[in-house]
């Protein structure tokens, strides 16, 4: 397994599997298709609003950009020999199994105990195959350009959600495995 080598098609056949899947296993946790608002948008950019994660994309979809960026260079690194196809298909299993956990009973209800989410109620499937498709998309980014640009990406896209939404990848791990409460004062705006 040195050197998996899969072709762009197979990987995308699997990619293609792997969203399936993952629309299947959050249907089986009882995760909605579509917004139960009724509408299907592109974007929802209030993260206050009940339509965040629950339209293709919202101002989280750039932590799964910075995943799909890191999940490139970790596999580099642990991988070298595979093929970008077999590469990119290890990454996007991390990202459904990370979405399938995310969008699980114990994980929303940590969510709602130790974060500002008070009324996360999980991802649509559309929301969580926006995700992979914007990890892919940070994947693929990584791999085209430099290390130093899509370095330069992460930290300022951790930069901006922070000061746009008041979080971001960083902040939204620490608070959920170590809440601080001053934080959470502060993305709560008071």
Known sequence: MRGWRLSWPTAVAIEAGLVLALALGLREQGRLWLCRCGTVRAWSGDIWSNENSQQLADPYSFTHLTHGVLFFWLLRWVWPRASMGARLVVATVIEVVWELAENSEAVINRYREATISLDYFGDTALNSGGDVAFCVLGFLFAWKVSG??????????????????????????????????????WQSGA
Not at 171 to 178: A, G
């Open 148 to 185: 130093r640009v899509a370095a330069l990406y992460v930290v300022a896209s951790e930069a901006a959600l922070a000061v746009l939404i008041r979080d971001g990848l960083i902040l939204n791990v620490l608070m959920l495995v170590h809440p601080i409460e001053a934080i959470r004062r």
